[in-house]
């Protein structure tokens, strides 16, 4: 038997292990301790801030965190699961490789909750596109989204692309999975005496110490070491997986699901029976490998992708695995759950595995010292701004801002025939009945939280919340993939906790429960640290007759600003292109007038009195106002009075704005009820007029579509 190298546990860690069991494990069950001791799955540096800070209840909410995914009620007998993951590490090594997986992994996610997937959204951040290792993380990534999602028949129907320095080696891929639930399955078994079933691809090596791997920072020695911990990718075997197990759900054969993802069948068994208050005996010899004399720790610990582990009970067997045999599905019964608290583990014929329960499930909380940053970001700004003309352009040439179409377009985004709102608008809409809809919305403000990670990660959940209201939804839940640094480095802990902390404060007070999520650590290298990234997953409820989009729509509408203005260009894509980001104020989240604008917005949208809305966010307004006339192809006249300096109020990203386009005949409606401004209107000419104060913008429209089609 090969010797186990431990990988995730400390000096310390190791001493407790030792007492509570009274004994010294040996080296398979050091790996499976291992494992479930990561920072990846045990979540033991963030537990205790998620626990504090965060709310998971609320009256749509079904399941919350804790399972595979959380579920909530859009309507009567209608329930959405959905689910965010990241899949960072690998695709900072083997970026086609490590996100094709990632996207496998969270439709297994949802699939284990008894749903159909309908729906991906994905938020990438990349490096410089000046960098050739960028390119290298945007082809491949961008590759392996489009091969998986499209092979497997689930439509890639939204998301984000951002980009900035902190991520030239550390690329951010944060993947979403929208289903319908038709039956809930739980995750979690507390049946005894239910047989476990593995099917799905033979196990091999590929992927051991994947969790490990996910648990430390990265260097060039680790990126070549681990290249074997980047799990390999089969979306045809993935299709078979939907659909045999969508099959075993509707004749009601599954007790309970888990997806072999992170730390392998180890992870899943514990967690399965773990949580659930019972054990489990596994019979290792029946597990189908794919390559020769491979160790029992590498079977238990291996992450090889499109396996499922389902708990049914006896009478139902011989059904299920008809089911599995009618789609050429491998299989094996590999063990059965039992009423004591213990993971027992057989090979040929030897018990080589006896733990309590607790051991793998139960970590204790780690917790790091926290050191804020003693730089003060928000200093005074002065500069003397060019010509409005020049900024805009370059505003709308930034790849922040920029169509994101020459991504999008690799993507199927309307197999399955659901998505009403294609990818490039505020947010998605997927079509569940003749009337009802989902709208999905991912976002971060990674820009913000640079400077000040407890307002960004505020201004992340506004942002969603706005999209979400800008298409005609309400909003409704919340999943979070939260991405930061080393937590032993004591300022990138103090962000994690800061962001954690505005995540749960913005979610409250927006009344949007958060009923999953993520958390990917370790996001450094030598060259630096990530910004703190927390990407928001929103959901929101539509009714199919009332949906917005955000191009113009008509000649001769009044276009109404809805919302105050502020001097708040801190992280501004203006300041980016100024070569001053990192100077000045953030935007600040006022969760009233958040809440009221939307509140009205929607009652717009409702009455029928818009035509189209589009929020306010990178850029500002000048620019949410230009992304208007471009998509829609009609001439705009703006002509503004502000308090502000021209520049200031064009571009500042204040928060609780939107733009709507308004009928003549309606805008003394829309008036009274948002308290809006009518600040200009569409026109039949070709031409961009933009006027705030003594700052001025007259340009043709194609000019403003050659520099936001540009095509990186």
Known sequence: MREYIVRNLTDDEKSKIIKKLGRNPNDVEWAMIDVMWS????????????????????????????????????????????KIESHNHPSAVDPYGGSSTGIGGIVRDILSMGAQPIALLDSLHFGDLDKRRTWFHILGVVKGISDYGNRIGVPTVGGETKFSSCYNENPLVNVACIGIVNR?????????????????????????????????????????????????GDPLTEKLLIDASLEIFSRGLACALKDLGGGGLTCAVSEMVGKGGIGAVIELDRVPLREENMSPYEILISESQERMLLATSYDNLEEVISILNKYDIQWAVIGRSIPERKIIVKYKGKKIVDLPVEILVNVPIQRHPTKPRTKDFSKDLKFEPPSLEESLVKVLRNPNVSSKEWIYEQYDYEVQTRTVIKPGADATVLKITSEVGVAATLDSCADYASIDPYEGAKGAVAEAYRNITAVGGEPLAIVDNINAGDPNNPISYWE?????????????????????????????????????????????????????????????????????????????????????????????????????????????????????????????????????????????????????????????????????????????????????????????????????????????????????????
């Open 184 to 232: 809930i399955v739980p995750s979690v078994l507390n049946k005894p005496d239910s047989a476990l079933v593995l099917y799905g691809n033979r196990t091999g090596r590929d992927g051991i110490h994947g969790v490990s791997f996910a648990s430390e920072t990265l260097d060039e020695e680790s990126i070549e070491e681990d290249r074997s911990a980047v799990q390999i």
């Open 39 to 82: 920072e990846h799955v045990s979540y033991k540096s963030s537990r205790s801030f998620i626990r504090r800070f965060l709310r998971s209840s609320g009256r749509h909410v079904v399941v919350g965190p804790g399972q595979d995914a959380g579920i909530i009620r859009i309507a009567d007998d209608i329930y959405i699961a959905f």
């Open 496 to 712: 994690f906790r800061e962001t954690v902390r505005g995540l749960g404060n913005a979610a409250r007070a927006f009344s949007v429960p958060v009923v999953g999520g993520n958390v990917s650590l370790y996001n450094e290298s030598p060259s630096g640290k990530i910004w703190p990234t927390l990407v928001v997953c929103m959901l929101g409820k539509v009714n199919i007759r009332h949906i917005m989009t955000p191009s113009l729509k008509k000649t001769n509408s009044i276009l109404v600003l809805v919302g105050d203005t502020y001097n708040e260009l801190g992280g501004s894509e203006y300041l980016k292109i100024l070569g001053l980001h990192g100077y000045g104020s953030v935007p600040r989240v006022r969760y009233k007038k958040e809440k009221t604008n939307s509140k009205n917005v929607l009652r717009c949208i409702r009455k029928g009195m818009v035509l189209s809305v589009h929020d306010v966010s990178d850029g500002g307004i000048i620019t949410a106002v230009a992304e208007m006339a471009i998509m829609g192809k009609k001439g705009i006249e703006v002509a503004i009075r502000s308090n502000l300096r021209g520049d200031i109020f064009a571009f500042s990203e204040s928060h609780a704005r939107y733009i709507l386009e308004v009928p003549e005949e309606h805008v003394e409606d829309v008036l009274k009820i948002t308290g809006g401004i009518a600040i200009g209107k569409t026109s039949s000419s070709s031409s961009f007029y933009f006027e705030v104060n003594d700052f001025c913008v007259d340009l043709p429209i194609r000019r403003l579509e050659e520099a936001y089609a540009i095509r990186w």
